[in-house]
């Protein structure tokens, strides 16, 4: 029903809102999937992403290291767990990891599928169908690979790689027979058309979850001068987001604090049915204890 900039342009932001809660209740239900990730490779990125502060191209004076140990990645996934969350992503800088180091993260994978009882996600860069297969083969559940914007509005975010490489990766990927999360990041000086575009991408690659982040604009990378963008429009946005893809998981990541601030709440009366809890790659989130507590309470709306 909803394919055009001008099927959004008549609605008013709260018209918007009321038709995806709607949308998501006929579609998800009452559930909200709550995940987790860790750095577990920081920083010496080769790519150019003007909003990464991890990009070895600019100065952001982040702490960098190699891949963190078998233990201190199982420690992580058992905090993550305590902490509420379903699902644990194991999170690496760089445009993709060698033979060696993928072999090292499946083998993590596996035990964490084995020994702690959460669902193990991967964000690894650009992998090839043959190490995918190996991570879904030790238990991987689902890799997550963000298209980040619009295939127009791309080129002005990264020089480095493009559009169709992030989308080449979610179709390996979903070869593999992994799930799929896949999102971006809006406030970049994007337009809502790109928005649009990036909803309709992102619904036609049938990826699983959707988690959209507010740019935090970070000190030493290109965009540390761009100006918020609204609360409102962050709203306006999940709510045209939850209306394009249906039933898909639309979850709310970095920036939501800082952005959204007191209408946190709101981002799932416009559509939202997922978050992250406990942080983010180089920015601290909100502690667990507040967003669980915000979590029951949305849950206690949704089904009282």
């Keep these: 029903m909803y394919k055009k900039l001008h099927d959004f342009q008549k609605l008013s932001t709260w018209q918007l809102i009321l038709l995806a809660n709607e949308e998501r209740k006929g579609r ?3 559930k909200i999937d709550l995940c987790s990730i860790t750095n577990a490779k920081s920083g010496r990125c080769s790519e150019d992403c003007k909003f ?45 990891l060698n033979p060696q ?15 702690i009882g959460i669902s193990p996600c991967a964000s690894l860069g650009i992998l090839d169908t043959k190490s995918l297969a190996l991570l879904k083969d030790a238990g991987l559940n689902r890799y997550h690979h963000n298209i980040e914007t619009s295939r127009r509005f791309y080129p002005k975010i990264v020089s480095t790689h493009t559009f169709d490489d992030r989308i080449r990766t979610i179709q390996a990927a979903l070869e593999a027979g992994l799930e799929v999360c896949s999102g971006g990041i809006i406030g970049l000086g994007e337009s809502e058309e790109d928005r649009v575009q990036m909803a309709l991408t992102l619904r036609d690659l049938n990826v699983n979850s959707i988690p959209i ?21 962050v ?28 209408f946190q709440g709101l981002a799932f009366m416009a559509g939202a049915n997922g978050m992250m809890i406990g ?10 204890e507040e967003d669980l507590a915000m979590v029951s309470e949305i849950r206690s709306l949704w089904n009282g």
């Design 28 to 30: 998800t239900g009452g």
């Design 52 to 96: 990464c502060a991890q990009s070895i191209h600019y100065n952001t004076k982040i702490s960098t290291y190699p891949l963190k140990s078998k233990n201190e990645l199982l420690a992580q996934a058992e905090r993550a767990k305590e902490i509420g969350a379903e699902r644990f992503s194991i999170v690496t800088s760089g445009k993709g």
């Design 101 to 115: 180091e993928v072999e090292k993260i499946a083998d993590v994978i596996n035990t964490i599928k084995e020994k």
């Design 213 to 233: 982040n507010i740019l935090v604009p970070l000190k030493g990378t290109p965009f540390e001068g761009i100006r918020n963008i609204s609360a409102a429009e």
């Design 279 to 288: 942080g983010y790659l180089t920015v601290k989130g909100r502690s667990p």
């Design 235 to 262: 709203l306006r946005t999940i709510s045209i987001f939850r209306l394009i893809t249906g039933n898909r998981t639309i979850r709310i990541a970095a920036g939501r604090e800082s952005v959204l601030k007191d």
